[in-house]
T-cell receptor, first 116, second 110 residues
């Protein structure tokens, strides 16, 4: 059983379109995250939810909207896609928010988004 | 910001020992993680240090000096499968997110 799963794994779309990436974790964790990894492999935090509540919202354009219907799911919707949105988006989860407990982040396999 | 610096690339040969250094800003620091990421795959957890000292886990060890804002990951008896990116990540406030460095790409040759 995959611990953190994301769909789709690959997404190719045109500029201006709207797309969503879904994430589910079956680890029973309370905290979930979205990270963006650019072409230079730099992983940058976008959002974090704890028990369905938004706790981190970095300076991300408001075209990006996360939604957490329950603590096992955190989806990412992107409106009006731009070329610069091309990246790999990683979902992750942890038992507690990092630094609160000793637990680490578990990452999904990533969703590679290409905007043409 | 919380700059986390690590070398961009390193090379080594099978069987050797390599040390990957990481420096970070100490203000507000709350713990340091190392992750391994193979090309096209997800990062996977290697180690966590919150107190000064060395944590050993098989062929991999991680060291932390809080006063110096310095950590290293030590990989012994290198194998070809250790070729990957190694990501240093710090947490600055409990309940926030991991802040990652830009990663060190390690190439192991025979």
């Amino acid at each position: 059983d995959t611990a953190v799963s994301q769909t789709p794994k690959y997404l190719v779309t045109q500029m201006g379109n709207d797309k969503s990436i879904k994430c589910e974790q079956n680890l029973g964790h309370d905290t979930m995250y979205w990270y963006k990894q650019d072409s230079k492999k730099f992983l940058k935090i976008m959002f974090s939810y704890n028990n369905k509540e938004l706790i981190i919202n970095e300076t991300v354009p408001n075209r990006f909207s996360p939604k957490s219907p329950d603590k096992a799911h955190l989806n990412l919707h992107i409106n009006s896609l731009e070329l610069g949105d091309s990246a790999v988006y990683f979902c992750a989860s942890s038992q507690d928010p990092v630094g609160v407990g000793p637990g680490e982040l578990f990452f999904g396999e990533g969703s590679r988004l290409t905007v043409l | 910001g919380q700059n986390i610096d690590q070398p961009t690339e390193m090379t080594a040969t099978e069987g050797a020992i390599v040390q990957i250094n990481c420096t970070y800003q100490t203000s507000g620091f709350n713990g340091l993680f190392w992750y391994q990421q193979h090309a096209g795959e997800a990062p996977t957890f290697l180690s966590y240090n919150v107190l000064d000292g060395l944590e050993e886990k098989g062929r991999f060890s991680s060291f932390l000096s809080r006063s110096k804002g310095y950590s290293y990951l030590l990989l012994k008896e290198l194998q070809m499968k250790d070729s990957a990116s190694y990501l240093c990540a710090a947490v600055y406030q409990a309940g926030t997110a991991l802040i990652f460095g830009k990663g060190t790409t390690l190439s192991v040759s025979s």
